[in-house]
């Protein structure tokens, strides 16, 4: 299965596609999370990307891509791959399928995540990740304990808040989502590659969503 989930920043994506990993077999590949690892290496490129991130605004596609083709290509993604946060506008769309043409190895499917603007401003506010193993948690819904630590982790490391989950750069997030990377929506709608799912529910409940668009896709291969 070669998979792609779009949404805005806190729909659920990363918490969703963590859940795939085991079900289908494959990995998720998120560019957000390369490009926080390459930010914290201190290569130039990383250091350019942490710019842009810290900004709320997109990383120059030249890194993403470079980024992606490298990720691609490793062994892990070649029975396929969950794509978390790629493609994130038309030219990276536009890259993507001919990386994937030129391997014989179309998209199956692109998943939208649909939330309100309310629900993704009070999930970011909450989110927490563990800077040792990067489990997501959100203190509203998955309260890890006073003071917050990883209870995933044997030396309960404390968690922490990401630098771009600051209220100024979530709206500048959610801008740049609204004018670059939703009109991918349409760009897959016409290739008739999109599937919307209500993300505003429980976790569970959206993971049994996303299965039941998913499993007859895998059931048709
Ligand atoms: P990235 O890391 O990809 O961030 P994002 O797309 O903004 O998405 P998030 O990670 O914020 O949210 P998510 O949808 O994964 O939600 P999550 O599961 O964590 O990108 C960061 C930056 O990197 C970008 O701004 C850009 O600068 C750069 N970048 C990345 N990719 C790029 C690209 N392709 N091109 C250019 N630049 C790029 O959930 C959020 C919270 O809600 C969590 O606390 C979670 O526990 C909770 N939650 C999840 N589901 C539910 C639920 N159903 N109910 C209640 N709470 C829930």
Known sequence: MRIVLMGAPGSGK????????????IPQISTGDLLREAAARGTPYGLRARAAMDSGALVADEIVLGIIRERLGQADAARGFILDGFPRNLPQAEALASMLDTIGKPLDVVVLFEVDYAEIVRRISGRRTCPRCGRVFN???HPPGTPPHCDQCDDRPKLVQRRDDEEVTVKRRLQVYEEQTRP??????????????QADAPVDVVTARLIEVLEPLERAQ
């Not at 990363?14 to 077999?25: D, H, M, P, S, V």
């Open 14 to 25: 990363g918490t969703q596609a963590q859940r795939l990993i085991e079900r289908f077999g």
């Open 139 to 141: 203190v509203h819904t």
């Open 184 to 197: 991918l929506a349409e760009h897959y709608a016409a290739q008739g590659l999109l599937r919307v799912i």
